[in-house]
């Protein structure tokens, strides 16, 4: 791994970069607002991502992607994982007006305390449980545990006026085109299944025939999309709902972090984190968002339906 350009030629401890004014790359804010609490220090990281130098974009992603790991990990192991000199951590933690990374760590730690007690002990239960000491009853308690901890976080997460924004606009299209490839292909199946039951016109992207650019020629203003993918991003993907924005078609996605490329492409986004059992991640939370979805925007065209009736 090469280290920061600035870094060249010496070594610095996180202690004492974190005494040292950051200027340069590193930037800073001191004389802002420090963040006091999680959601705070997210809105500003979102605000600012575009002008961040790539180290500290990097050490965004991987703080956003792993609020958990910034929590719980030492410096050298976050600077590991994300890629990055540990001295990096500390110019990220002072562009943001921390006095170090120590500082900044302490609000990743709070926002583990302000979760609802009692999830660790309905995970130690399930590993307690005697099925547990059968390797298959191990896997399937890992995976319902992985898939309540999916459902618990999203309760929290998902904005209801964002939400609701998300229904108007795939409510309002003439044709909902769906996008979705590789571990997201279900979601966009299962809508699309759903939409023709409910008689809502949608259109997959995603042919055997490969005529995804001549499907995607057919959308227009009065149209929406829905897109989903989650790292590793597929390229088709992505370069499928920037052509519809690029097209001022309104595209609704569900992606796994705020510095997803199907974000910049995005009119309306949501961020969903699966967790994972043994590395392996399930569509538990995904899943119940798509399917509030689909039933909303039905719902909604069905009252807009009655109304325009009434009148």
């Given at each position: 791994?090469?280290?920061?350009?600035a870094m060249q030629g010496r070594q610095e401890t996180p202690e004492s970069a974190s005494a040292r004014p950051v200027d340069g790359d590193g930037g800073t804010a001191a004389a802002a607002a420090v963040p006091q609490d999680f959601d705070a220090l997210k809105t500003v990281i979102l605000a600012r991502k575009a002008q961040l130098p790539k180290r500290l974009r990097q050490v965004a992603a991987y703080a956003l992607d792993q609020p958990d790991e910034i929590a719980f990990g030492t410096a050298a192991s976050i600077a590991a994982a994300a890629d990055v000199q540990p001295s990096t951590?500390?110019?990220?933690?002072?562009?943001?007006?921390?006095?170090?990374?120590?500082?900044?760590?302490?609000?990743?730690?709070?926002?583990?305390?302000?979760r609802n007690p009692g999830y660790?002990?309905?995970?130690?239960?399930?590993?307690?449980?005697g099925h547990s000491h059968r390797e298959s009853g191990a896997i399937f308690n890992g995976f319902v545990a992985a898939a309540h901890r999916s459902l618990d976080n999203i309760a929290g997460s998902v904005d209801p006026a964002a939400f609701e924004q998300a229904v108007d606009i795939?409510?309002?299209?003439?044709?909902?085109?769906?996008?979705?490839?590789?571990?997201?292909?279900?979601?966009?199946?299962?809508?699309?299944?759903?939409?023709?039951?409910?008689?809502?016109?949608y259109q997959m992207v995603g042919t055997a025939a490969g005529i995804d650019d001549d499907i995607l020629a057919l959308a227009g203003?009065?149209?929406?999309?829905?897109?989903v993918s989650f790292s590793p991003y597929t390229s088709e993907s992505i370069h499928q709902a920037r052509l519809l924005a690029n097209r001022k078609v309104p595209v609704v996605s569900l992606t796994d972090s705020a510095f997803s490329p199907l974000v910049e492409s995005s009119k309306i986004w949501f961020e969903i984190v699966e967790a994972d059992h043994a590395g392996f991640r399930s569509l538990s939370a995904s899943m119940a968002f798509a399917m509030a979805l689909t039933v909303a925007v039905a719902e909604k065209r069905q009252r807009g339906s009655s109304v325009s009736h009434m009148e």
């Open positions: 791994m090469m280290p920061d350009a951590l500390v110019r990220f933690a002072q562009h943001f007006g921390f006095e170090g990374f120590s500082s900044l760590q302490q609000i990743f730690r709070a926002r583990l305390r302000e660790e002990d309905r995970l130690r239960a399930l590993g307690d449980n795939l409510a309002k299209a003439d044709t909902i085109f769906l996008i979705a490839k590789r571990r997201s292909y279900p979601i966009s199946g299962y809508m699309a299944y759903a939409f023709g039951k409910l008689k809502i016109r203003r009065r149209d929406a999309a829905f897109a």
